[in-house]
């Protein structure tokens, strides 16, 4: 299967509701989703018209280019590391699909110890999947590196 950016990128319609409001702690209220990746990562653009990178399974936040206008040569040159294709093609093979508003997202995520392979993906609302990993990130975030998690909680969407 040749993997588009059809199939690295999904439509979303933001709407009325902020996909992004269990992420506010870390990328603050003035950025707007741009551009949201099949795996569920996010590019938001700035004020100042510089784009980053939301990698949700990380819980990081980066800025990848200064204008919105340099953010396709950076798909480009960063495909691999910003959209996964061998593994989007990967779940696309095995039948998965993704409907309006949908993202591959984990069963288990990385932060809590789960992988970035086909057995640990399937399809999820974006909301869901945005506030869900929000949330724990945010719960997680001060803990030292290898710190034992044994609950997190997850508040209503």
């Not at 709407?15 to 741009?34: A, F, S, Y």
Request: aromatic fraction near 8%; charge should be negative.
């Amino acid at each position: 299967m040749k993997i588009t950016w059809n199939e690295l990128t999904v439509k979303f319609d933001s709407g009325e509701t902020d996909l992004l409001g269990d992420w506010r702690w870390l990328i603050g209220d003035t950025v707007q989703p741009v551009l949201i990746a099949a795996l569920g990562d996010v590019f938001l653009q700035e004020i100042d018209d510089s784009v980053w990178w939301l990698d949700i399974g990380a819980g990081q936040y980066s800025k990848v280019v200064d204008s919105s206008d340099e953010l396709e040569q950076a798909m480009v040159a960063n495909v691999d590391d910003w959209f996964a294709p061998q593994l989007v093609g990967d779940l696309l093979d095995s039948g998965l699909t993704l409907g309006p508003n949908q993202c591959f997202s984990f069963k288990i995520p990385p932060i809590l110890g789960g992988k970035y392979e086909p057995a640990n993906l399937e399809p999820t609302d974006l909301a869901v999947h945005f506030s869900i990993l929000g949330q724990i990130h945010q719960q997680v975030k001060d803990l030292p590196e290898g710190t034992p998690i044994s609950s997190v909680k997850i508040g209503e969407l």
